[in-house]
């Protein structure tokens, strides 16, 4: 499932705009030289060694060698002490991106002097930095590179993109400034300074026609927010009396005691309604690879909580379809706001989220965390004793797999993960988090379970048949050189080898947790499934020869 997993890292999320003006507004594409001044520094402080730096490592190595006479410089202690290692991953990379959007919008702070007093210790050591090490010397070495890799973003962001802010919100900016670290993650962000709309983050190291997807959706969110968040905060009193649907979240999903997009009602609204009409625009977006792209987000955005997206897209279309001539979005806010409360009440709220957010892979690893276990069993009814030993051999690997994966960092440590044959397990290890290893022909729990949508099932040779009745919703894409398309035919035959399945369920002894399966047609299928299980933000996942395909569904009831 690797090809699945490029496109779900695309972390691709959204923003927004204020300030009226009537001519076209100006866009600004740059390797923001205070955002890499800081990543600069961020190197020498960690010797180019990090999860956060992600420059090829040429110009890692150039920037130890240059810099090299101020691997002492008081900003590289500052930056280390500020940002430690040892604190949680999620916390370093809050505290990043609270660094770039205080730098994002200053002028070049070599320009500055570093005996303004005004300036706190951490801007006056940069400032020192930079002029004495001649950062921007560096800087301008480097000024091909940096216009190359931001080539897609040229061509992705361009003047049409920016005008329907306009038409829905009544105002627009003077300029959108989209500000990206070379050397850096930085968490994407915006910000909006007077008649400036500023998108933070990184560069995207990717090939060209998927780095144009990352930094159209990336851009779109996060200007969004720019539009979205002053109107959700001005009407803040009105959407509060819509805390159930935030109350609901925070009491199913562990992640969101982690996540700051959770910390409060407002922050989670702005990030459902910017989320949905980042999807709306660019749903219409006639572009090769975006096809039916926002469907699928949408989807995923509901797996990992943010279950108010579909629900909120609806209301951005009535609201274009019904509009009068000088009509904003500000003026819908009264209708919307009652339309939400028809969605569900406080009583009736968990029914609703249970309705619109799919079992996946992440919900598993979130609930697994909250139980502090997760059991991975393999099966024992492979008469063949060395295809045992071969699927015992894939659930160690798994185990070790899921112990390091990246879905860790983003929590405040890791469950418990154990290894069991189907026949070493009691009553109570059944009611918990599992995966399952193999198909029926190797494991007997995942033979006599019919809960399954996607079943492995022997005509003359081993098939995957799909039997969606049993679902409320039922979604599916097909991944064909990476653009995702839906499909319309929902109980299609799948017999390709390599073929397998990963897919999850609640788990039938214990509704509470989940239950997931990784199953090839014969151990190397399912290993080779196994190798890429981690915690997708999807329902199922499958691979038959060429052909990849992905999906969500809701069960009936």
């Not at 400036?196 to 927010?225: D, K, R, W």
């Not at 989807?299 to 609806?314: N, P, Q, S």
């Not at 397998?500 to 080779?528: F, K, M, Q």
Request: glycine fraction near 6%; hydrophobic fraction near 40%.
């Amino acid at each position: 499932m690797k090809t699945v997993s490029l496109i779900l890292c695309l972390l691709i999320f959204i923003a927004t705009l204020p300030n009226a003006l009537a001519e076209t507004p100006e866009i600004l594409i740059e390797v923001n030289p205070n955002l890499e001044l800081f990543a600069i520094v961020y190197i020498l402080a960690f010797n180019g060694s990090d999860p956060f730096i992600i420059a090829p490592q040429s110009y890692i190595n150039d920037v130890l060698d240059y810099f090299a006479p101020y691997n002492d410089h008081p900003a590289v202690y500052l930056v280390r002490g500020a940002i430690p290692q040892d604190l949680p991953h999620y916390r370093r990379d809050y505290s990043i991106n609270e660094f770039a959007a205080s730098l994002v919008s200053k002028p070049y702070l070599g320009n500055m002097s570093e005996n303004d007093l005004t300036l706190s210790d951490f801007y006056r050591s940069l400032i020192s930095f930079a002029k004495e090490s001649n950062f921007m010397g560096f800087y301008k070495r480097h000024a091909k590179e940096y216009k190359e890799v931001l080539e897609p973003a040229r061509k992705a962001l361009t003047q049409d993109i920016f005008q329907k802010f306009e038409e829905l919100f009544g105002n627009q900016y003077g300029t959108f400034h989209i500000a990206l670290s070379y050397s850096l993650r930085i968490h994407p962000g915006s910000r909006f300074v007077g008649d400036t709309a500023y998108y933070f983050g990184y560069v995207a190291f990717m090939p060209e026609q998927y780095a144009e997807i990352s930094y159209l959706y990336l851009a779109v969110h996060e200007y969004s927010h720019s539009f979205v968040n002053p109107l959700v905060s001005k009407h803040i009193s009105e959407f509060s009396e819509l805390d159930y649907y935030f109350n609901q979240v925070q009491g199913e999903l562990v992640y969101t005691s982690y996540d700051p997009h959770f910390d409060t009602s407002y922050f989670y609204l702005s990030e459902n309604l910017v989320e949905a009409l980042t999807n709306y625009l660019l749903l219409n977006f006639k572009h090769e690879l975006v096809h039916d792209l926002p469907k699928y987000f949408v989807l995923r955005d509901h797996t990992i909580g943010y279950y108010l997206v579909g629900g909120l897209m609806g209301e951005f279309k009535i609201f274009e379809s019904s509009k009068k001539t000088s009509e904003t979005f500000e003026d819908y806010i009264p209708r919307l706001i009652e339309h939400m409360k028809e969605w569900a009440t406080p009583e009736n709220v968990s029914d609703y989220f249970e309705k619109r957010v799919p079992p996946s892979g992440f919900r598993l690893f979130d609930r697994g965390y909250l139980e502090g276990k997760i059991i991975i069993v393999y099966g024992t009814k492979n008469p063949d004793p060395s295809g045992v030993e071969y699927d015992k051999g894939s659930a160690f690997m798994l185990k070790e797999l899921m112990e390091g994966d990246d879905i860790w960092r983003l929590y405040n440590g890791k469950p418990k993960i154990t290894v069991k044959a189907e026949n070493e397990l009691n009553e109570e290890d059944l009611k918990q988090n599992l995966v399952l290893i193999g198909g029926p022909a190797a494991n007997g729990i995942v033979q006599n379970l019919t809960t399954f949508p996607l079943k492995f099932v022997f005509n003359g040779s081993w098939i995957l048949e799909k039997n969606v009745t049993n679902f409320e919703t039922f979604t599916s894409f097909a991944i064909e050189k990476e653009v995702y398309m839906e499909l319309k035919e929902r109980n299609k035959i799948i017999h390709d080898y390599p073929l397998g399945v990963v897919e999850v369920i609640r788990n039938p002894w214990n509704e509470e947790n989940l239950l997931a399966i990784i199953a090839g047609v014969d151990r190397y299928s399912t290993r080779r499934l196994a190798k890429d299980f981690t915690a997708y933000p999807c329902s199922y996942g499958i691979e038959s020869g060429n052909y990849m395909e992905v999906g969500f569904y809701v069960p009936s009831g």
